[in-house]
């Protein structure tokens, strides 16, 4: 025992005497430094532009801040960190313990570890710094050591400091078919905060991410920029602290609201992650770092892979699904040259047919009074047309109107105790997706369809609701709280095991439109489905914001028809498929409804994006251009490819005024001393100046060019070959 004492001794005399340790978490152009001391919380000294040497930032001034500030110790900061030990003690106290540097394909991993002083409690402050994109992952495991359980009141995923003046931030917000409304605001003293309490989808209203542009208000293409990403699927609450003017510390995570999460003895919970990046080339900078992380880290599925252009059914039939109306569709998908049709909305249920919104969620069998031949048959008439197969589901919820609901009221998200309030038709229900039973369910839908038609290549899953009705059968009454979280964990177990046996099936990610576009479920799925509004004229602000952090080939994006379904709206198919183009292309409506002339320029705008745009679009580096937010009634934006050789360009007008003032159209990203040809596609037959024309890169991004845009709902879209 006494060698023991003095062994251990002698190992705190050794660590007292150890000098502190830089951590410099390096990616190609950024440098996240860290302090480490015996004795002392980690530290954060600096974010920003690569450094190799952190002594010139000792010698400027560096920050000194804690980078996981606990309660109780922290002082007037935002804590990042709330835990109530077995003893009544609310307060943390952390030293630095280790850290290891471990290398990955495309990355490094560095996870430092704190203990609590009195406590065997530890935090590993994680970080992950990729070598191919400019981002840093941050995110903690928080470890339980000691003898009783623990309760974590908050433990968020990162911490940030930020020494600056006039700093302001991005965010967006919306609502139904009205998402990603950029907002920009400058910080001052006091809190801003953005946060979901919606439990399921939480970019409904307000996304969880924000930009903060270090050198005054926000410009898409220079000055000072940090982005921060929370991947998570749940309830967030993301934070910026404005001491004064210059000091403001950001703190990203899990809502804490209604979530105290315990740690049994020998437990311990991982944080998702908050993905950070910093450009010096403006928030147009910051979003092709996170599109190019995304792309190829897969924070998007197959990130790297083409998306095939596809028709969906849904606002050419809604629920009016049956053999001849499909077959009818995908005669029109042929015909326009689109590669893969999906079978929305309306094709299941026995006892409860699914005819609107109200019944059947959870019975997920044919309906074969629609579909006499079922589902097989209508793949292999797919087939036979040369066409993928993709179909429709919402397998996380039900109806009290169902057999799945008659059987298992226990299933659904509700206190054993209250009578469920339902939400869309009436009677739709959340599934407690906390509840091993209900994950196996919402697996076998997924399965059951890849046996009933191995050669599904593609499946639009929705989510409808939030939850209203807290509380959990499963759950115990000590762990009710856990909902929010558990519920997220239990759909990304269920999807891993979907990833796991089907890696090739395509998954789009729906609700309500884009109600989870988020890095938490991104991994799994392929692209999402930006907007139920298909309105050419408010997609391009709302595309706009999505493309802020998310890249175009993730991005669902349809033709519809005039007048739209949603606003009501007559815009002319040219502008409708240039809009649609900026993304993944589809289709939204009935091709047998366009007319002779319209076919034609459909099938020709089908042939162009295959053969030409598709991989400039949903692989190149994406340069916004002018805003439409601006409110010059113009936008444009452009994709250039990594080598710089090729580009395509979308220029639109989308009002039109007596004596309207026209911009000159400015390029971005080319390479200035090359030159490049220019050439109209997808054109109406009008004639520029520029056409067949080669101009330097140096010029076109410095001057631009003029382009002949008469009147509302106009465009033009161009290629630039070197």
């Not at 952190?54 to 900061?77: H, I, K, N, R």
């Not at 004639?687 to 002949?708: A, D, H, P, V, Y």
Request: net charge neutral; with cysteine; proline share 4%.
């Amino acid at each position: 025992m006494l060698k023991r004492i003095l062994l251990l001794a002698a190992a705190c005399v050794t660590a007292a005497l150890l000098p502190a340790k830089d951590i410099l978490v390096n990616t190609p152009k950024t440098t996240l430094l860290l302090k480490a001391d015996r004795g002392q919380p980690l530290h954060i000294s600096y974010y920003g532009e690569r450094i190799d040497n952190a002594g010139q930032v000792y010698s400027a001034g560096s920050l000194w801040y804690e980078a996981y500030p606990a309660f109780g110790t922290c002082g007037t900061d935002v804590p990042a960190l709330s835990v109530r030990h077995a003893d009544g003690n609310m307060t943390t106290e952390l030293e630095y313990v280790s850290d290891t540097a471990v290398a990955e394909a495309n990355a490094t991993l560095y996870t430092i570890t704190m203990k609590d002083q009195a406590y065997d409690f530890y935090v590993d402050v994680c970080y992950r710094a990729y070598s191919n994109a400019d981002v840093i992952e941050a995110w903690t495991v928080l470890r339980n050591g000691e003898k009783k359980p623990v309760v974590l009141n908050k433990y968020a995923s990162g911490f940030l400091p930020i020494r600056q003046d006039d700093v302001w931030v991005t965010h967006m917000h919306g609502e139904w078919a009205a998402e990603a409304e950029v907002t920009e605001q400058k910080l001052h003293p006091g809190i801003f905060e953005v946060h979901d309490v919606t439990g399921t989808r939480n970019a409904y209203k307000n996304r969880p991410n924000i930009m903060l542009s270090l050198d005054g208000k926000p410009q898409e293409n220079s000055g000072r920029a940090i982005g921060a990403v929370l991947c998570w699927n749940g309830n967030y609450r993301i934070t910026v602290d404005t001491n004064g003017k210059r000091a403001h510390t950001l703190v990203a995570g899990i809502d804490d609201a209604q979530s105290a999460y315990t740690l049994a003895k020998g437990a311990s919970f991982t944080t998702p992650t908050l993905a950070l990046a910093y450009s010096n080339e403006g928030i147009g900078g910051v979003s092709r770092s996170y599109h190019r992380w995304a792309r190829l880290n897969n924070k998007i599925h197959n990130g790297t892979a083409l998306r095939k252009t596809l028709l969906n059914s849904w606002e050419g039939v809604y629920f009016n699904v049956n053999e001849q109306n499909m077959t009818s569709l995908m005669d029109g998908v042929k015909a326009v040259g689109a590669e893969l049709f999906v079978m929305d909305d309306g094709w299941f249920g026995d006892k409860y047919p699914r005819n609107n919104g109200s019944t059947s969620l959870g019975d997920w069998v044919t309906d074969r009074n629609k579909l006499p031949g079922g589902i097989p048959a209508l793949e292999r008439a797919c087939a036979e047309r040369g066409l993928k197969w993709g179909i429709w589901i919402e397998p996380e919820m039900t109806n009290t109107k169902s057999e799945l609901y008659e059987k298992h009221p226990d299933w659904v998200i509700c206190p054993p105790t209250r009578t469920p309030r339902p939400g869309r038709g009436g009677t739709q229900l959340c599934l407690d997706l906390s509840n091993p039973e209900v994950q196996n369910f919402v697996f076998g839908v997924v399965d059951r369809i890849m046996q009933e038609t191995p050669n599904t290549y593609y499946i639009k899953w929705d989510y409808n609701y939030e939850i209203a009705n807290y509380g959990s059968h499963y759950l115990t009454a000590d762990r009710q709280s856990h909902l929010y979280v558990d519920f997220h964990l239990g759909l990304q177990k269920v999807l891993e095991r979907i990833r796991q046996k089907y890696p090739d099936l395509v998954l789009q990610c729906c609700s309500s439109g884009g109600g989870r576009v988020n890095y938490g479920l991104m991994p799994y799925f392929d692209e999402f489905w930006v907007s139920d509004n298909t309105d050419a004229k408010q997609r391009l602000f709302i595309q706009w914001g999505t493309s802020m952090f998310f890249p175009a080939n993730a991005m669902a994006q349809h033709v519809s028809a005039s007048p739209n379904h949603q606003t009501g709206r007559r815009i002319p198919l040219k502008f409708r498929f240039d809009v649609a183009m900026s993304g993944r292309l589809g289709m939204e409506m009935k091709p047998s409804d366009l007319s002779e002339k319209e076919l034609a320029f459909a099938q020709n705008a089908f042939r162009l994006y295959k053969d030409t745009l598709r991989t400039l679009v949903q692989l190149g580096d994406q340069y916004r251009l002018i805003s439409p937010y601006e409110g010059t009634g113009y936008a444009s934006q452009m994709f250039v490819n990594e080598a710089k050789s090729r580009a395509v360009f979308f220029a639109y007008r989308f009002e039109t005024a007596v004596n309207m003032a026209r911009p000159r159209f400015r390029f971005a990203g080319l390479k200035p001393d090359a030159t490049y040809r220019l050439k109209q596609v997808n054109g109406n037959g009008r004639k520029n100046s520029w056409e067949g024309k080669t101009l330097t890169g140096r010029f076109l991004m410095q001057q631009g060019i003029e382009i002949s845009l008469s009147g509302e709902y106009d465009s033009c879209v161009i290629l630039l070959e070197e």
